[in-house]
Nanobody
Framework: QVQLVESGGGLVQPGGTLRLSCAASGVTLQYYAVAWFRQAPGKEHEGKSFIASSDGTTNYADSVKGRFTISRDNAKNTVYLEMNNVTPEDTAVYYC??????????????????WGKGTLVTVSS
C-alpha cells in the first residue's frame, strides 16, 4: 500500500523557519514527481502546487520563491519542505502528493496519485 505521511507542522513566529517532511512507503519517491500543496483556513484548496520536484528540476510559485526550498533524501525515501521567513499568509494545512512526472513541472491536484493527510502550519506571534 502506497502511503505518504507529512510531519513537522506546528506554530511558528513570523520570520521563523520550519521544516516539513513527506515520508513515503510502498513507492520509491525518486522516480516520481513530488509536489506540495496547501489550503488556508476557510479558503479553497490552491489550484496548483506551490512547489514541486521532478526529474532533477524544481518549480516554485512566486509566493514562495526565495523563501521555501524542496529537497529529497532518497535513502530515507523522504521529501522535505524548508520554509524560511514565513508570514501569516503561509498559515495553512500542507499536503504532499506524488504523481507521474510532467514535462511542465507544474502540478495540479488531479496530477497526484497519492496524497498525505496533511500537516497544519500556523504562523503567528
Amino acid at each position: 500500500q502506497v502511503q505518504l505521511v507529512e510531519s513537522g507542522g506546528g506554530l511558528v513566529q513570523p520570520g521563523g523557519t520550519l521544516r516539513l517532511s513527506c515520508a513515503a512507503s510502498g513507492v520509491t519517491l525518486q522516480y516520481y514527481a513530488v509536489a506540495w500543496f496547501r489550503q488556508a483556513p476557510g479558503k479553497e484548496h490552491e489550484g496548483k502546487s506551490f512547489i514541486a520536484s521532478s526529474d532533477g528540476t524544481t518549480n516554485y510559485a512566486d509566493s514562495v520563491k526565495g523563501r521555501f526550498t524542496i529537497s529529497r533524501d532518497n535513502a530515507k525515501n523522504t521529501v522535505y519542505l524548508e520554509m524560511n521567513n514565513v508570514t501569516p499568509e503561509d498559515t495553512a494545512v500542507y499536503y504532499c502528493g506524488e504523481g507521474r512526472i510532467r514535462n511542465s513541472g507544474i502540478y495540479t491536484p488531479s496530477d497526484m496519485e497519492v496524497w498525505g493527510k496533511g500537516t497544519l502550519v500556523t504562523v503567528s506571534s
